[in-house]
């Protein structure tokens, strides 16, 4: 019988443990804030067990244990741990894999990696069919923007939203240029043009992916951040993420970008996507 519930996992020695945490406690985003400094990665499965893009996110884990002097992983190791977790788990999961620099006694964790599956949970429909609000801050700073850092992740949640209508707020760099949302890439469309920052942010995966599906349905990709005086002149804006996919932004600072509505150039992109996902997403373990 698998979780339904947050579960936290440790591949050992090739048999999965379903490690102990107090479930009446802040909850398990809570419990991984207490965790010792290191590099996180964050995505979802697919169809139970399945997984987009898993390789991306295991080399930049990779990258990341190596920039933080972390001790690393066996990735056939992880991958197996991967795919007992998935097929354990019920249901759609939202997947956090920590890398920590040694392991945590409280946790009995034997290893320095840590597997946690939660349910997913994402925005509505109807939030994705009309769009969200954000606003530009200059209080988040990532120290290593190519690094996903769990210190940063801390200084997020901490951040109070100045407006109700913030869904997530959008980092600025010296200049107030847009560089990434707190959670997610940002990006525009001006005309046929795709504009979303180059330099300074955490390059995301989705976002990688989402510049070839842009090409490929024939708009112009431009990696130059929108300055926040500019966004509003922008026909069409969205967020991205792993998790989330393309979650259109139709507000910025409160007021309208384009028509106030998810416009048709993201609303095309957001679909090849979405088929790209379905058609290559696989398991962690390769079949046969």
């Not at 001790?71 to 354990?88: I, K, N, V």
Request: glycine share 10%; net charge negative.
């Amino acid at each position: 019988m698998g979780e339904s519930k947050p579960a936290i996992y440790e591949w050992h020695e090739s048999q999965l443990r379903v490690l102990e945490f107090p479930r009446a406690s802040d909850g398990l985003e809570q419990l991984l804030l207490n965790l010792p400094e290191g590099t996180y990665e964050a995505l979802r499965t697919r169809d139970h067990f399945r997984f987009f893009r898993l390789e991306r996110h295991l080399a930049r884990g990779a990258a990341g244990c190596r920039a933080f002097g972390l001790p690393g992983f066996q990735e056939h190791d992880l991958r197996a741990g991967m795919d007992a977790a998935a097929r354990r788990f019920n249901g759609a999961a939202k997947v956090r894999i920590d890398f920590l620099p040694h392991p945590q006694p409280h946790f009995d964790l034997r290893s320095t990696v840590l597997i946690s599956f939660s349910p997913l949970k994402l925005p509505s429909e109807e939030i994705y069919r009309r769009g969200v609000g954000v606003y530009p801050t200059a209080e988040l700073t990532r120290t290593s923007p190519v690094i996903k850092g769990t210190a940063f992740i801390a200084a997020r949640t901490a951040y109070e939203r100045p407006h109700e209508d913030d869904f997530e707020p959008i980092l600025l760099d010296e200049g107030g240029n847009c560089l990434e949302g707190a959670m997610s890439n940002f990006s525009c469309f001006e005309g046929d043009t795709l504009r979303t920052a180059g330099t300074g942010m955490l390059g995301g995966i989705t976002r990688e992916t989402l510049l070839r599906c842009a090409t490929a349905l024939g708009f112009q990709v431009v990696e130059e951040a929108v300055h926040q005086d500019q966004v509003q002149l922008m026909d069409e804006a969205f967020l991205s993420s792993s998790v989330r996919g393309i979650l259109p932004v139709v507000r910025f600072s409160g007021a309208s970008i384009g028509q106030g509505t998810p416009g048709p150039r993201t609303i095309a992109l957001s679909a090849a996507y979405e088929e790209l996902v379905e058609r290559t997403a696989k398991p962690a373990l390769p079949v046969g």
